[in-house]
């Protein structure tokens, strides 16, 4: 797709953010799609962390995201995602104005067992008019809400797509992805 003076209306590298509140799974996301060996920025969660992080319902998880994490793919010949992955914790949240300058979406991330965690990221992406889809990640043993359940309690604007994944699996994660570009491109569209 291409307009008459042959310039593209769609860059064909793109920046995203993948963002949300501590835990839910962003590290997890960018290392299941990325084809480079992701970058990941871990730090140990050390017994120091017990009360500034809630691990609540988190299991296993022993490192988090101290700058961020960073990914790339390909989903087209011509279409490269360059994912940049945020820390979740509120100390680090200065980071998000470097992360998310000249990005064309994001993702935000949720859980349902803390949606509110999340609601910073919602809030974040809409003051800085950069589109975005809500992934919620479904944890084992968490209970399963609708999408529209998940819109209702972040009172998302009916527009931002709401989408539901796994972002252990690959291929759940590149769906999540697919769908924003397709988002992005459909607002570029009716907004050119
Ligand atoms: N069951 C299940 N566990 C998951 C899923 N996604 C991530 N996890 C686990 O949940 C924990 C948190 O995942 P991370 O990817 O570190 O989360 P994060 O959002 O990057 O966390 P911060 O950077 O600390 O904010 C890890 O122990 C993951 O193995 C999922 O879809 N299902
Ligand atoms: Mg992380």
């Known amino acids: 797709m291409a307009y008459s003076d042959g310039s593209e209306p769609f860059p064909t590298a793109i920046k995203l953010v993948i963002a949300g509140g501590f835990g839910v799974g962003k590290t997890t996301f960018v290392g299941s799609v990325s084809e480079i060996g992701p970058l990941s920025t871990e730090e140990i969660l050390t017994s120091a962390s017990i009360g500034a992080d809630d691990l609540d ?15 790339r793919i390909t989903l087209e010949p011509r279409l490269v995602l360059y994912l940049f992955g945020a820390p979740g914790q509120e100390r680090f949240w200065f980071m998000w104005d470097e992360l998310s300058a000249g990005a064309l979406g994001a993702v935000v991330m949720a859980d349902t067992r803390r949606l509110e965690d999340s609601f910073s990221a919602v809030d974040y992406f809409e003051r800085h008019d950069i ?50 570009v397709q988002y992005l491109l459909s607002t570029i569209q009716s907004h050119p």
């Open 57 to 71: 319902g988190l299991g296993d998880k022993s490192t988090t995201t101290v700058a961020m994490d960073f990914g």
């Open 131 to 180: 589109g975005f889809v809500v992934a919620v990640n479904e944890f084992d043993g968490s209970y399963r809400y609708e999408p529209d359940e998940v819109r209702g309690a972040l009172d998302l604007k009916p527009h931002i797509p709401v989408v539901l994944c796994d972002a252990r699996q690959r291929r759940s994660a590149t769906g999540v992805l697919v769908g924003l």
